[in-house]
DNA sequence: TATGAATGAGCTTTCATTCAT
DNA sequence: AATGAATGAAAGCTCATTCAT
């Protein structure tokens, strides 16, 4: 039901990935969504309404899940990097980071996101390394580094074209903290 | 001499980095470098020559200086980690960023930023700790993950807010390797 | 219906038979026409579309009318002489013919123009001239020579300001032929 | 000696003959004859005084010819088809008729060169064919005919691509005055 | 909801022309 | 005579947005 107000937003998705949304016209959304240009106005009253709402509908920072971590270091720490806790398509993973710099709804996103990687490394490594937690400030930062890296790989990723292992990165982190 | 040239690609360096490439106006750059619309393509015959031009002429990817390394890890990639081998102001450095996505030069300087500085990081680790020559491919592993977290900091710290203390940065990726 | 377009176009076509397509802007269309600049843009994405999309509309080859030709051969010449098989306004004429030199769709009309006069003289010196038929060589030469003076009158007349009378022309002709 | 004035010409000569008077930039004339952009208005205070010079010093209707004429008709008249009675190159030539219709020193030129032509063939037959002097109408009507026929080859051929043979003409021309 | 004509501000770019050197 | 930076009006065109139907 309400298939023009997906089609909408999945023209704008593909589009504002590939060109970015201040080179993305309205016109070229609608042409895109095949629906008429006066319609694009009736759900969203502004094209920045298009983003915003991609943003909200389709990014989604994910709970930690029930599931228990494997219980050495090496292993938790590949299952949190096999899938960024991040509910986004490649598409909207791309515009989300692209448009962070001058939208802050997306910037938000990015932080909760970091916020939420940083959270999950730190606690995987505290269940699986008792010894290691009375260093909390070396674990800490071990726990962002895994973060960035991931985080990097998503965003630089297909700029730079060289891919970290994250086997081989969980196995460096550990041994960092042992 | 030249003032005009000078003023039109210094006023375009703030107005990008602040603004993004595409939402700056050739006029607006104009009326903050105080030279006529028209001037603005005698210069430069197109938009796009202006923020290739600042590529261009205002980044630079600095050869590995002369001066010999500390001798320990820490301090060898502590140093590294004390100024990117860029040479660019921080607005270019975010126009670099921010326009990666979009325009192949800047892509290539970023690819090539990230190519010196696992570079540098390898070198560094292997003067310093030669035992660890043995095993060679998690010396790479980690060579590339101080580079990443370099790369991110530059990229997505003003975004997070959270910064990695590069002194812990290097004293965790050299204990990994001991 | 649809009052904007044609107003357009009637606004164009007056503008580029008085100053030609080239030195007429498109703002002074929309100012004639009594439209918005954008609306021209709207129903023509370029300039040129204007030019061409007059052409396409607005000119159109005859195909030969069902009437008998007088028995004559000077008055079947007249006849012809009479009207251009070209269905287009004064206005459209002097454009078809000044523009006909940069744009080929312009050149084109004039050249099915030729050909159709041509034939069509051919054809009524044929029927009312049957002993003429063995020099056919003679025949074309003098259809070609009818059709270039009247031609030559529809595109060079308002600037020499002689005009050759038809029935005269017609006349001529014939003579040459018996 | 004074190169540069001469270059300028020739450069305009050819982009007007190629792409029009309205068409061509100054930059580009300036470019195409190896001058800076600002000496081509010290030469021409006006972009138009371009044109006109051009008109002026390179297109010349010649004066008849002092040698004497072939005795029959059709030889006079050929002899008249084998070159306009204008000094002047395919680009000038080509200019003349393309800017006619704008500007009224090379209508003026082109009202004199089909003066001349007339006058011309008028006096070829009338030399030629005593004998039809009588019917100076008739006459009159073939001498601007066969003028109209020579320009419309000018003007119009390489549109049409069509040639009518001069021979022919000729030959056609002087039939229907005996 | 749906439609596409209408609007006008603003965009990038072009241009003839000026002028200091 | 030579030069090319400077000027600003105007060109073609794009755009987000409105609105009557």
């Known amino acids: 039901m309400n298939d023009s107000r997906t089609r909408i937003l999945d023209a704008a998705e593909a589009l504002f990935a590939e060109t970015g949304y201040e080179a993305t016209s ?3 959304i609608a042409l895109a969504a095949e629906v008429p240009k ?3 106005f009736h759900y969203f009253p502004q094209k920045l ?4 709402t991609l943003i909200d509908e389709r990014t989604a920072i994910e709970e930690p899940p029930e599931e228990p971590l494997p219980p050495d270091p090496a292993g938790a720490l590949r299952r ?7 509910r986004a398509s490649p598409s909207m993973r791309r515009i989300l980071f692209r448009e962070a710099d001058t939208h802050r709804t997306a910037r938000e996103r990015i932080t909760a996101l970091n916020r939420e990687l940083v959270r999950r490394a730190r606690r995987a490594l505290e ?5 290691a937690r009375g260093d909390a400030a070396r674990l800490e930062v071990a ?9 990097y790989q998503e965003n630089l990723f297909h700029l ?3 891919r970290i292992d994250p086997d081989a990165l969980a ?3 550990t041994r960092a903290l042992m």
Chains 1, 2, 3, 4 share one sequence.
């Open 143 to 151: 726990a962002a580094t895994f973060a960035a890296v991931l985080l």
């Open 38 to 40: 006066g319609l694009l």
């Open 80 to 86: 949190l990097a096999s899938r960024l806790p991040l």
């Open 26 to 28: 309205t016109a070229r």
């Open 171 to 173: 196995d460096l982190i």
């Open 160 to 162: 730079t074209g060289d």
């Open 49 to 52: 309404d298009v983003l915003l």
């Open 127 to 131: 269940l699986t390394l008792p010894g």
